[in-house]
DNA sequence: AAGTCGTGGGA
DNA sequence: TTCCCAAGACT
């Protein structure tokens, strides 16, 4: 078992740090459980200076649980584009619509109740119920990790739940009682922009004294987690059929892969398919449409989280008409001048702009 | 438990 | 260029 440091130490000079520190963010400025839930949420795996705009935009149009609760899904799907994770648009819309539903719009004041919610894990829960309402749950997330594995020198592989576990652990001992929000956010706020993973700044660090990691002088050694697969490149094929002035678009699946977003037909190329041979399988066996390749219309690479793609644009025209009884997903026909009332996935953005450079 | 799920920025 | 990483949740 590690020994713990002196917890009122720890939690004193952070707190102090961070009354002199804390960068003004949007929703630090109100104590509105939405809306702090809402920046949670947009906080995932996403840095604070993008999700700024982000939040700001959401709050003016959906500013309270009901508003959302009554919006059609693609509205603010529009809200969320170029987000990424948009599963967590989805899960908080449901969840807000679970608390209009049951809780008459107020967001749950009790952590086990809040906990159920879709898309609320233990970090979300620790957050929102700790900076709304006080309850006194630390949180554990990628700057915790790094400061408490610095400050106590563990270690141990943090993929690892068990890891994880300690981690929460050691918080549990150290967070105030009286300040639970603060003392989170002060953690997270070090780790942003004190602790942070590449040239900590530990002459300015408040915890220097203490940090065990700084003493011997091994930093880098922390926080520990094994090397990262390469992931797999594939080409994709995409198509851009001109009829009449309009392109056809189509709506993903709502589940999976940027679920719910719009996007031009085609898909990744299987086995030692081409990109073209891709394209005119996907329109196949999706919308039933035989189309005939007139040229390349753009081309663009792309990095996901797990595979990356290269994408070959091909123009095209109807080969023959639809074919019927085949189930497929919405689509429709828009003018480039349409492209802003839809949500695409940012590869296709880039595409657009090449593409018709004079409406984007 | 390990894989899925976006995008942008920094070194 | 390439890699890592960012206020994670879900399966």
């Not at 702090?36 to 705009?53: A, C, F, K, N």
């Not at 649980?65 to 987000?83: M, N, R, T």
């Not at 592989?157 to 009286?178: G, N």
């Not at 004294?209 to 987690?225: K, M, V």
Request: glycine share 6%.
């Amino acid at each position: 078992m590690v020994v713990p440091v002196h917890s009122d130490a720890f939690a004193e000079k952070l707190l102090s740090w961070f009354g002199a520190n804390r960068r003004a963010m949007p929703w630090r400025e109100t104590k509105d459980p939405y809306m702090i839930w809402l920046s949670e949420v947009m906080l995932q795996q996403t840095q604070v200076d993008t999700v700024i705009p982000y939040y700001q935009r959401f709050i003016e149009v959906f500013p309270d649980p009901e508003s959302l609760s009554k919006a059609p899904e693609d509205d603010v799907l529009k809200l969320w584009e170029g987000l990424g994770y948009y599963r967590r648009c989805h899960h908080f819309i449901a969840a807000v619509r679970d608390v209009c539903a049951d809780y008459g719009g107020r967001i749950p004041d009790d952590p086990h109740i809040f906990r159920r919610l879709p898309g609320v894990g233990d970090y979300t829960t620790a957050a929102v119920m700790s900076i709304a309402y006080g309850h006194v749950l630390p949180v554990v997330d990628g700057n915790v990790i790094r400061v408490i594995t610095r400050i106590y020198r563990i270690a141990d592989d943090t993929t690892k739940t068990k890891t994880r576990m300690l981690i929460r652990d050691m918080m549990a001992a150290l967070i105030p009682s009286d300040s639970p929000g603060d003392f989170n956010q002060a953690v997270m706020e070090l780790g942003a922009l004190v602790c942070t993973p590449k040239k900590p700044l530990c002459g300015e660090c408040p915890l220097n004294d203490l940090c065990r990691a700084f003493q011997h002088r091994d930093i880098s050694l922390y926080p520990f987690s094994p090397k990262k697969m390469k992931i797999p490149q594939y080409p994709v094929g995409l198509a851009l059929i001109m009829k009449d002035g309009r392109f056809l678009i189509q709506k993903r699946p709502s589940k999976g892969h940027l679920a719910g977003l719009w996007e031009l037909p085609g898909g990744k190329a299987e086995g030692d398919e081409s990109a073209e041979t891709a394209m005119l399988r996907k329109c196949r066996e999706e919308l039933g449409l035989t189309v005939e390749v007139c040229g390349m219309a753009a081309q663009a690479s792309h990095v996901y989280s797990h595979f990356k793609i290269h994408v070959s644009v091909f123009s095209c025209t109807v080969g023959a008409q639809r074919e019927k009884d085949l189930k497929h997903q919405p689509f429709m026909w828009i003018t480039p001048s349409d492209i802003p009332s839809y949500a695409f996935p940012a590869v296709n953005l880039k595409l657009f702009q090449t593409i018709f450079p004079s409406v984007m």
